[in-house]
């Protein structure tokens, strides 16, 4: 992994359980067949597409806040 992919993907989505979650399922992704947001150099890896993309601004994460709040509820027995 592309050490200096990931602090400038890093700094677009700064939370780090989120930026974790986003890369993993875009690696899922990128696995799973679907079409890389760049393109692919020789030789990379899937992760540092999924870095790249992070890092271009190719890819961005919404949190339904709502959906957080409700299961945070749900686990605390409300």
């Known amino acids: 992994m592309n050490k200096q992919l990931l602090k400038t ?18 690696v899922k992704q990128l696995y799973a067949g679907h079409r890389p947001l760049v393109k692919p150099l020789p030789g990379e890896e899937v992760e540092d597409i999924a870095l790249r993309e992070i890092a271009e601004g190719k890819m961005a994460v919404e949190i339904d806040f709502t959906a957080v709040a409700a299961e945070k509820e749900r686990k605390e027995g409300r």
């Open 9 to 26: 993907a890093s700094t677009r989505i700064p939370n780090t359980p989120v930026f974790i979650n986003a890369v993993s399922h875009r």
